[in-house]
């Protein structure tokens, strides 16, 4: 068994295996310092930079506590973007896979209808939007008065987006007597405030951001005019020829015109900002994850708390805005020991800011000239041959506990008042296959869906070819 320092912290098994095989093996610095006040139920505020790995400092305690058999949601988890909540959702369900937490996720521009019918069965956990979860609220269609756990995430970009009043609200509809937790990457005074006045005796944890950029990042700079830009651009790449890499730009526009110029020049891409349909920026968060495209062009509103762990490059195709911003940018890549390169383009105007970020990184952008296209040709065939061939998709993050995993479907459902215990009864009754054998049954109208865990799938499959649930021999068949 590999060693896990998760272990500290008398985790469930469950709980401790989970992050084994997600390959949490070392609690990061806010982890550390917020997970042992909240196993203990105390109010914490966090104060840590995006990527410190927030999300799992609230998730680990909350799984951990969590009492499966209960029916209604123990913890509440409020999320500024839907993007955000499904990553947020992805995570607890991922530590909570091997203790089969049940995570449903509301957000708004989805049907309302279907995620209430999910509120209605079995969740533990509950992540959403402040909007669609007030909603929700209004409409009797979630009940959060056994709620245990309420977590305020990413609590700055909530107060950007203007939910400080919904979430407010949403408070009123706690029970009296919930532990609260509140986690941002900044902490302006009104999410302090906040705090201040609707937490007793929060456990404060700020963590300080190193201002100091990593020098596990070669930052590099090139003096360029707006309407060069984009031809130094495609030099950039071609010279570069990028693993992995994110391009930023200050507007929705100009994203949107240069993801067309991209795609135009053979280049293949996505996009992120506001105006994306929410859909389609889940597909394509999805697809950059997987290699799909190795270029993503984004706002950084769009791209904020978004994780992405393998960038190799950052592109600043037009200067950030703030010094912290270009920290915030280039602060994603480099990580976890790798080696990561940041190049921006700064025009005449901006050499001034050009000089404030490097007296705040306390370091030199290296100035580069574009080489010619004679001497990048051999490297532009490279690339754009390198575009042509499609490269193995890497496995989602969840993809794991999918090898052990056999998704059963059984005839049989609400309708004939099939219930989870009936499948678990006669699934226990099978030589060799226990409790923790079952993962996620999904009771449908007239059809149940089972998961079956630990590689015992083909057993289960085989048996109730001629086992009887709730009395008779049901279609049972192997899905995916
Ligand atoms: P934040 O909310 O602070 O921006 P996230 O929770 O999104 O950060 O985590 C950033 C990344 O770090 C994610 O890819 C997450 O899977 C990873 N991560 C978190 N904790 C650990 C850990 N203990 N070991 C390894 N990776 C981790
Ligand atoms: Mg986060």
Not at 36 to 58: C, E, Q, R, W
Not at 74 to 95: C, G, H, M, S
Not at 141 to 147: G, H
Request: glycine share 6%.
């Amino acid at each position: 068994m590999i060693k896990n320092e998760f272990a500290t912290y008398k985790l469930n098994r469950d709980v401790l295996e989970a992050l084994t095989k997600l390959k949490y093996l070392t609690p990061t610095e806010v982890q550390r310092k917020a997970i042992p006040p909240a196993l203990d139920n105390k109010n914490i505020v966090v104060k840590s930079k995006t990527g410190s790995g927030k999300t799992a400092a609230f998730a680990i305690p909350i799984v951990e506590n969590v009492v499966w058999e209960e029916n209604a949601p123990q913890a509440l988890v409020l999320e500024p973007t839907r993007e955000l909540a499904y990553q947020v959702k992805d995570e607890v369900f991922n530590i909570g896979r091997m203790k089969r937490i049940k995570v449903p996720v509301v957000f708004g521009g989805a049907p309302f209808d279907k995620q209430a019918l999910s509120l209605k069965q079995k969740s533990h956990v509950v992540v959403g939007t402040p909007g669609r979860v007030l909603d929700h609220l209004q409409k009797g269609t979630l009940d959060i008065s056994q709620v245990k756990y309420f977590i305020i995430d990413e609590a700055d970009l909530m107060l950007d987006m203007g939910f400080l009043a919904d979430v407010k609200e949403i408070m009123s509809y706690l029970p009296e007597k919930h532990t609260t937790m509140l986690f941002s990457a900044t902490l302006p005074d009104e999410v302090d405030n906040l705090a201040n006045e609707y937490m007793s005796d929060p456990v404060k944890i700020m963590i300080e951001d190193e201002t100091v950029t990593q020098d596990t990042i070669t930052q590099l700079g090139y003096e360029v005019e707006n309407e060069e830009k984009f031809d130094l651009l495609l030099d950039v790449l071609y010279e570069q020829s990028p693993e992995y890499c994110m391009i930023f730009c200050s507007t929705r526009e100009m994203v949107n015109v240069l993801f067309r110029q991209l795609k135009k020049a053979r280049i293949r891409c996505g996009m992120l900002h506001g105006m994306v349909d929410q859909m389609e920026r889940l597909t394509t968060i999805d697809d950059f994850r997987q290699g799909k495209f190795t270029i993503l062009i984004a706002t950084d509103v769009a791209a904020r708390g978004i994780d992405f762990d393998t960038i190799t490059h950052v592109i600043n195709y037009d200067m950030p805005n703030a010094k912290e911003t270009y920290v915030h940018r280039i602060g994603r890549t480099g990580r976890n020991g790798k080696t990561g390169t940041a190049i921006t383009f700064i025009n005449d105007r901006e050499k001034r800011l050009q000089g404030l970020i490097e007296e705040y990184t306390n370091a030199k952008i290296t100035m580069c000239v574009p080489k010619s296209r004679e001497e990048l040709q051999e490297k532009k065939q490279a690339f754009l041959q390198k575009q042509k061939i499609r490269q193995p998709l890497k496995a989602k993050k969840g993809a794991v506990f999918n090898k052990d995993i056999m998704k059963l479907s059984i005839g049989g459902g609400r309708k004939s008042k099939m219930r989870a215990v009936d499948i678990v009864g006669t699934i226990c009754s099978i030589n060799d296959v226990a409790a923790e054998d079952i993962g996620i049954i999904d009771v449908r109208d007239s059809l149940t869906y089972v998961e079956i865990l630990n590689g015992k799938g083909k057993i289960v499959l085989d048996a109730l070819q001629n086992k009887p649930i709730k009395a008779k021999i049901r279609k049972v068949r192997m899905t995916r």
